[in-house]
């Protein structure tokens, strides 16, 4: 091997070894995130999408985030839902929005206190599309309100940077129950660490 092919080598193995420690220093701060169970109060409650099945059925995933929500908006009859999510995918009949507010009016939620965002694709812009909505209806900016995101406990400490990068100062949470594939869930935040801390993107993967 000559002397530019070790300096690539060499280069590519450190990048390597950055990338596994970087994500490996990362993965402490999900534990703890995904361990806290979080349930602040707020004005306005964030309800971030995930996957759908299908036409219109919502993936386990999804559908601990739609029971948490319509438990913890009952319980705080005063906060305003937010679902969020389009209708992007092959197959799909129904926004991710329109099934988390059909689901919560069946819940008893009241449907004067839902606005639906309904065209994001990612984490990103469920709260890029989402925070306009809610400022339109308060007449005050986020900067004003106590808005809260509800998302899966593995995703909790993800969906809390992109949110301080979108442009909430004060983060507040609501967790629901990560289901039954939730090692795949935490391998996956394992392997979105170094794009999400270090690229210089708002957040390019998927819920």
């Known amino acids: 091997m000559n002397g530019a092919l070790k300096a690539a080598a060499g280069v590519i193995g450190g990048s390597a070894a950055f990338l596994v420690t970087t994500a490996a220093a990362y993965m402490p701060f ?3 995130d995904a361990n806290m169970n979080y349930r602040d109060d707020c004005d306005y409650l964030l309800i971030l999408g995930g996957d759908i099945i299908g036409a219109d059925t919502p993936s386990p995933q999804l559908y601990e985030r739609m029971k948490s929500a319509a438990v913890y908006l009952n319980e705080h009859t005063d906060v305003i839902a937010v679902p969020c999510g389009g209708c992007f995918r092959e197959h799909q009949k129904k926004s ?3 099934i988390i507010a059909d689901y919560l009016i069946k819940e008893g939620v009241s449907p004067d206190r839902i606005l ?4 994001s694709t990612t984490t990103f812009e469920n709260f890029k599309f989402g925070i306009p909505i809610i400022e339109k209806h308060a007449g005050k ?3 004003e309100l106590r808005i809260a995101f509800l998302s899966s406990s593995y995703h909790m400490h993800r969906a809390g940077i992109i949110a301080r990068r979108t442009g909430i100062k004060n983060v507040l949470r609501v967790s629901a129950p990560t289901p039954g594939e939730a090692f795949k869930r935490y391998i996956r935040e394992y392997f979105v660490a170094y794009e999400l801390l270090y690229r210089n993107v708002p ?3 998927r819920k």
């Open 30 to 32: 999900v534990a703890y």
């Open 96 to 98: 991710e929005a329109a």
């Open 116 to 119: 639906l965002e309904d065209k």
């Open 141 to 143: 900016s986020a900067d």
């Open 203 to 205: 957040n390019p993967f």
